[in-house]
DNA sequence: ACGAATGTTCAGTCTTGACTGAACGAACCG
DNA sequence: CGGTTCGTTCAGTCAAGACTGAACATTCGT
C-alpha cells in the first residue's frame, strides 16, 4: 500500500462515527468527537487546538469537554508555567461508562420495585410481571458488576 | 389504610414515570407509558382504549405500539370476529432489551476494533487505548449472554 | 495600564424528532 | 351501496436541546 499511515482522513472519519454513535446514547455529538479525537492522537490538546481541529466554537468544546470530565471519560490536565487546560483520556474511560450504565439501570430497577411494592396484595399478574422485570434488571447489574471486576484484575481500561 | 388498591393515581404516576424513563433512553415518551400502562394492566388494550386512557391521538399509539412491537417488548392480539387490533406484554421484554443492548454494544465495539485495524503498525497508544475499549465492551458483551443464560434456565422474562 | 489570550456563560438560532389532526384505504354492517 | 369503525400515513406544528457568537472575568505579558 503507498501509504500505511494517511491517518487525518482515517482520523476524522472515526471521530466522525464517534460523534454519531454519542449521539445515539443521547449524548452531544461534539462530546464523541472531542472523545473520539483524544482516543486516537497523542498527548493532551488544549481547548483551542480542539476546536480549531473539529471546525467548532470553543464554547461548545468548553461545555463538552466539562461534560465529559464530569463523567470521567477524559482529565484535565494543566501545566506549571501554562495558563492553558489540556485534556486527555481519562484513567479508565471504560469503567466510567460501566459505572454510569449501572446507575441508570438502579433507577429503572428502583421505580419497578417501588411500584410492585405500592401493589401491595392486589393485581397479582402485575406483581409477577414486574418481578420478571426485576430480575432482568438484577440479572443485569451483577452482569456489570462481573465484568468490573474481571476488568480490574486484568488491569484497568 | 383507608384504600389498600387506590390504583388509577399510581398507575398514572408510574406510567408518567416510565415515559420520562424511556425518554431518557432516547425513546418516544408516549412508547413508555404504553409500555408501562401494559405492565400494570390485565388482559390485552385496544388502540382506541390506549388513545383514550393516554390521552394521546390514535396516530402516536399506532406508531408508538409498532415500535414497541418490533423491539418484541409488546405483542399484537387479534380476536376471531374481531377487526381491532390489541396489544399486550410480550412473552419476554426484558430479554428483548438485553438483546437490544447487545446489539448496540457490538456496533461500538466494532466501531473501535475496525479503527485498530486500520491504525495497521502505527500509533501503538492509541491502539493500545482502542484495545483497552474494546476489552471493555467485550466484557459487557460476555456480562449480558450470562445474564441471558441466567434468566433463560429461571425461566424468561 | 493596556492589550492579548484563555475559559466560561448566556441569549439566540437552528436542527431534530415527537406528537397531532386530517386524510386515506380497508373491512365491516345496515 | 352509504355509513362506521379500524389502523396507518403524512404534512405540519411544536418543544427540547445542541451549537454558536458575543460578552465577560481572569490572568498574563509588555
Known amino acids: ?6 491517518r487525518e482522513e482515517t482520523i476524522q ?3 466522525e462515527a464517534m460523534g454519531r454513535d454519542f449521539e ?19 498527548g493532551p490538546h488544549g481547548l483551542q487546538q ?31 508555567g501554562d495558563r492553558r487546560d489540556y485534556y486527555r483520556i481519562g484513567e479508565a474511560p471504560g469503567l466510567s461508562m460501566l459505572d454510569k450504565a ?8 428502583q421505580l419497578l420495585s417501588s411500584m410492585r411494592y405500592r401493589l ?6 402485575a406483581r409477577s410481571r414486574l418481578r420478571s ?8 447489574l451483577s452482569a456489570i458488576d462481573h465484568a468490573f471486576d474481571e476488568l480490574s484484575d486484568t488491569g484497568p481500561a
Chains 1, 2 share one sequence.
Open 13 to 15: 472519519s472515526f471521530v
Open 120 to 125: 401491595a396484595d392486589c393485581a397479582p399478574e
Open 50 to 80: 480542539l476546536a480549531e481541529r473539529l471546525r467548532v466554537s470553543r464554547a461548545s468544546v468548553s461545555t463538552n469537554t466539562r461534560l465529559l470530565e464530569e463523567r470521567g471519560m477524559i482529565e484535565r490536565v494543566t501545566l506549571p
Open 1 to 6: 500500500m503507498t501509504d500505511a499511515c494517511s
Open 133 to 140: 422485570m426485576e430480575r432482568v434488571y438484577e440479572a443485569f
Open 24 to 42: 445515539k446514547e443521547s449524548m452531544p455529538r461534539i462530546a464523541g468527537r472531542v472523545f473520539g479525537l483524544l482516543l486516537l492522537e497523542t
Open 102 to 109: 449501572s446507575e441508570r439501570i438502579r433507577v429503572t430497577h
